[in-house]
C-alpha cells in the first residue's frame, strides 16, 4: 500500500513540472556591474523557484523596442535604452506555482526608494530608474517575453530532487494533474 502511494505521489510530482508558472527576470546591467546577480539569483532559488533557462546576452535596439513598446515615445526611453545597454544583462526564466505574482512580490515596485525592505530593490537599489531588474507583470507577458529572450531548446524541463519538499499537502494537489 505504502509502494502504491509512494508511486502514484511520484506521478503527480512528475506532473506537476509541467503545469507550474514560468516568468521572466532580467538582471540589468547595473546589477551585474555592481556584482549583486548571484545574490538575487540565490534569493529565487531560496524561494524554491526553480530556473528552466538563463542566459547572459547585449540588447540590441530592436530587441528593446520591441521589450519596451510600450514606453518608447516617453521622453525618458532614451535614458532606459541607454541604462539598459551599458552592459550585457541575464535573462532568467523562473517557474514554480504563481510564479509571476510571487517574483513581483519579492522584486518590490519600481521605484526602488518606495520598495519595501526585503524586497530584491528594497535591499539593492535607490533609484527608479537603475533598479537592478526586470519581471513579468503578467502571465500572458511572461509568456510573450520569455519567447523573446529564449530561443527554442534554450528553456529545460527537469524533474528536481526537492519538489517534492517544496510543496505538499493539500497544496501539491492544487498544482498537480
Given at each position: ?15 506537476l513540472i509541467t503545469i507550474m508558472e514560468k516568468t521572466l527576470i532580467l ?141 505538499g499537502g493539500e497544496e501539491t494537489l492544487?498544482?498537480?494533474?
Amino acid at each position: 500500500m505504502i509502494i502504491c502511494c509512494t508511486e502514484q505521489l511520484l506521478k503527480k510530482l512528475t506532473n506537476l513540472i509541467t503545469i507550474m508558472e514560468k516568468t521572466l527576470i532580467l538582471i540589468k546591467p547595473n546589477a551585474i556591474q555592481r556584482g549583486i546577480m548571484g545574490d538575487i539569483v540565490t534569493r529565487f532559488e531560496r524561494k524554491a523557484l526553480r530556473s528552466a533557462g538563463m542566459k547572459m546576452m547585449f540588447l540590441t535596439d530592436e530587441i528593446l523596442a520591441e521589450h519596451y513598446a510600450h514606453l518608447v515615445e516617453r521622453p525618458f526611453y532614451p535614458y532606459l535604452k541607454a541604462s539598459m545597454q551599458a552592459g550585457p544583462v541575464i535573462a532568467l526564466c523562473l517557474e514554480g506555482a504563481e510564479a509571476v505574482e510571487t517574483v513581483r512580490q519579492m522584486v518590490g515596485v519600481t521605484n526602488s526608494r518606495k520598495a519595501l525592505p526585503g524586497t530584491i530593490r528594497g535591499d539593492f537599489s535607490m533609484s527608479g530608474e537603475q533598479n537592478v531588474v526586470h519581471a513579468s507583470d503578467s502571465v500572458e507577458n511572461a509568456q510573450i517575453e520569455i519567447n523573446r529572450f529564449f530561443k527554442e531548446g534554450e528553456l529545460f524541463d527537469y524533474e528536481s530532487a526537492v519538489t517534492r519538499f517544496e510543496y505538499g499537502g493539500e497544496e501539491t494537489l492544487k498544482y498537480m494533474k
